[in-house]
């Protein structure tokens, strides 16, 4: 099972950039799916972003399309999420998060069965 660290998180102004980075150990990185989820205060963990085993492929909630950007390095085990014009309804702790039993793109938070633990986004108004 992967172990996943996140970083990157912080306090950002409402229209900023964050650039998440999440490293995962294991020889067997580059055959699973890989996402982002993030929780806000009193809500359910929602699916943010996904990517292929490859990193051809990306999916992206409707919330986040166009503003987000999810990325990968095999070579050195990281995945990242690169956040524009963020929102303070982006305000949340996100979570890098394994997919290794899918064999389809990831779309939902129970497609994931691993996950770090998590670093916190605040974005203020």
């Known amino acids: ?6 970083s990157g998180g ?3 102004q409402a229209g900023g950039s964050l650039r998440l980075s999440c490293a995962a ?3 067997t990185f580059s055959s699973y799916f890989m996402g982002w989820l993030r929780q806000a205060p009193g809500k359910e963990r929602e ?3 996904a990517i292929s085993r ?14 987000f950007t999810i990325s990968r ?3 050195k085990n990281m995945v990242y999420l690169q956040m524009n014009s963020l929102k303070p309804e982006d305000t949340a702790v996100y979570y890098c998060a394994a997919a ?4 389809a793109m990831p779309s939902l938070v129970g497609d994931f069965t691993s996950w770090g633990q998590g670093t916190q986004v605040t974005v203020s108004s």
């Open 73 to 75: 390095d095999n070579v």
């Open 1 to 6: 099972q992967a172990q996943l660290v996140e």
């Open 54 to 67: 490859a990193g051809v492929n990306t999916n992206y909630a409707d919330s986040v399309k166009g503003r």
């Open 100 to 103: 290794p039993g899918m064999q």
């Open 25 to 27: 150990s294991g020889r």
């Open 47 to 49: 699916f943010v972003a």
């Open 10 to 12: 912080g306090l950002v």
